[in-house]
């Protein structure tokens, strides 16, 4: 079998079963086979596969087809421009996220060394390319989850800042020993009862996707947490979920009624990243 008959065949599966994107998907699952770029897939597009590879690349779809997430199969997935190593113990980083990254990176110009803390940092995607992008910046990094910490630790080796980025493992807020600048997070806010329509439940930790009954428990809790472990004149980004904005902001006003709260929308017109700045 052929490159070729090979993807058009896996395209044909994956769209019966409506698995979406099928043909960027088959084409990413059949790259990490045959260890190659796209550019050398399509100009050797004829070439015969051996049996190993065709039994492997069989495999990989089947993988697909029940479910499981292309970056726990190949291991991998891109977040910022970065290739960042995953497995079944991190949440899989959302584009969407990069915005709370893009958020962090702007705000953080008004201060010369800021220290900036990640709440939930799983594969460590937010704290790497906040400090590839932040040179000056220190960076701790928290999760209540050692596994996750370690493949966090992974990513760090692999991008070459291990020396910039601080691992604590401890609830929220809890471990850092010192008040932050800009206190960044994207804690679990799938509503508990949403679970079973998240594409993904089954394979990535539950403890990275329930925020319980409003979505909002771990958000809160983060809250009332956050006066003790922010700098004067600090920030606040949070991550949120359709529909939660005006609950989020109304439970910062209640806490911080003299602090600036805006709420950024993504791309796509959905209000994704809250920020909260103290005043002076």
Do not use: W
Request: with cysteine; hydrophobic share 40%; charged share 25%.
């Amino acid at each position: 079998m052929t490159r070729r008959q090979a993807l058009s065949r896996a395209r044909e599966l994956l769209v019966a079963n409506n698995i979406e994107s099928a043909s960027l998907e088959a084409e990413l699952l059949l790259r990490h086979i045959l260890r190659i770029d796209r550019t050398l897939l399509y100009t050797e597009f004829d070439r015969e596969l051996t049996p190993q590879q065709e039994e492997s690349y069989r495999q990989c779809i089947e993988r697909r087809l029940k479910g499981e997430p292309s970056a726990y199969i190949t291991g991998h997935r891109e977040f910022f421009g970065l290739d960042f190593l995953v497995d079944n113990n991190v949440l899989i980083p959302r584009p969407e996220t990069e915005l709370l990254v893009e958020q962090a990176i702007t705000r953080s110009r008004k201060y010369s060394a800021p220290l900036i803390a990640d709440i939930g940092t799983g594969c460590g995607a937010i704290a790497i390319s906040l400090a590839l992008s932040l040179p000056d910046a220190h960076i701790d990094a928290v999760d209540i989850s050692e596994a996750a910490v370690a493949v966090a630790k992974r990513n760090c080796r692999k991008h070459s800042v291990q020396n910039r980025v601080r691992f604590l493992i401890g609830n929220m807020l809890e471990p850092l020993s010192e008040p932050a600048d800009i206190i960044v997070t994207n804690l679990p806010y799938v509503r508990t009862a949403d679970l079973p329509r998240v594409n993904t439940i089954g394979f990535e930790p539950p403890l990275a996707l329930d925020g319980g009954i409003d979505g909002l428990d771990m958000i809160r809790r983060l809250c009332f947490q956050v006066r003790e472990k922010i700098k004067p004149l600090g920030c606040l980004l949070m991550e949120i979920g359709m529909g939660q904005s005006e609950a989020v902001t109304n439970l910062l006003r209640s806490i911080f009624p003299s602090a600036y709260i805006e709420v950024i929308t993504d791309l796509s017109g959905i209000k994704r990243v809250v920020c909260l700045t103290l005043p002076r």
